[in-house]
C-alpha cells in the first residue's frame, strides 16, 4: 500500500502549491494549405520547364566519300569575309567570274540575303527541273574576316526562308583571292 502524504495525495501524484496544471491537448496541424502550396510549385515548375525547352539548330553532315554532284541551277553560294563585305553567286565560280555574277550581299532591300533566296526560288519555281524549289542548295563560304555571329545569321536565315539544303563549305583560293582583290577596291 501507498503512503499517504499529510495532504491527502499520493506521492507520485504530488502538486505543487499555487501552480494549477493545464490539460493535455492533443496538437492537431492542418496540412492543406502546404499541400497547396506544394502542387502549386510543382505545377509551376512543370510549365517554366516544357516553356523553356533549348533548341537547337540541326546540321546534316554529309558521308565520307565521293562528294555528291549539285546541278548548277539550284546552287547558289554566300561568300562571308568581314561584317562589310559579302558576295553571292549562282552556278559554278568560274562562269560567275566570267559573266560578273558576283554580287555584293546587302542587310536589306532587294540584294539581302532573304530576297535573293526568293528571287531563286521563284526562278526555280519558272523552271522547274526534278526537284523545283526544293533543290535549292545554299553554300556558305566564309573568309578570314568572317566571324561567327555572321555564320549564324546567315544559317538563321536559312531556317526563316525554309531552305531545306545548304552546306558551309571551305572557300577555295580563287574564291579567297577574288575577296581579297574586291577587299582592297
Not at 507520485?12 to 492542418?30: H, N, Q, W
Not at 566571324?147 to 549564324?152: D, E, M, S
Amino acid at each position: 500500500m501507498d503512503a499517504i502524504s499529510a495532504d491527502g495525495n499520493s506521492p507520485r501524484t504530488r502538486a505543487r502549491s499555487g501552480v494549477r496544471r493545464l490539460p493535455a491537448k492533443s496538437l492537431r496541424i492542418d496540412m492543406t494549405p502546404m499541400v497547396d502550396l506544394g502542387f502549386l510549385l510543382i505545377s509551376f515548375f512543370v510549365i517554366t520547364t516544357e516553356l523553356s525547352k533549348p533548341t537547337a539548330l540541326s546540321l546534316a553532315m554529309p558521308k565520307d566519300g565521293k562528294p555528291s554532284d549539285l546541278g548548277e541551277s539550284y546552287a547558289l553560294t554566300v561568300l562571308l569575309d568581314d561584317g562589310n563585305n559579302s558576295w553571292y553567286y549562282t552556278g559554278s565560280w568560274e562562269a560567275a567570274v566570267a559573266e560578273n555574277r558576283v554580287r555584293p550581299l546587302h542587310t536589306a532591300g532587294k540584294e539581302s540575303l532573304r530576297a535573293v533566296i526568293m528571287a531563286q526560288k521563284e526562278r526555280l519555281d519558272k523552271y522547274p527541273g526534278k526537284e523545283g524549289r526544293a533543290g535549292l542548295m545554299v553554300l556558305l563560304k566564309a573568309g578570314k574576316g568572317a566571324r561567327y555571329r555572321q555564320v549564324v545569321d546567315v544559317l538563321d536565315e536559312m531556317s526563316i526562308s525554309q531552305v531545306g539544303k545548304y552546306a558551309v563549305i571551305r572557300i577555295t583560293e580563287p574564291e579567297l583571292a577574288w575577296m581579297e582583290r574586291t577587299a582592297e577596291n
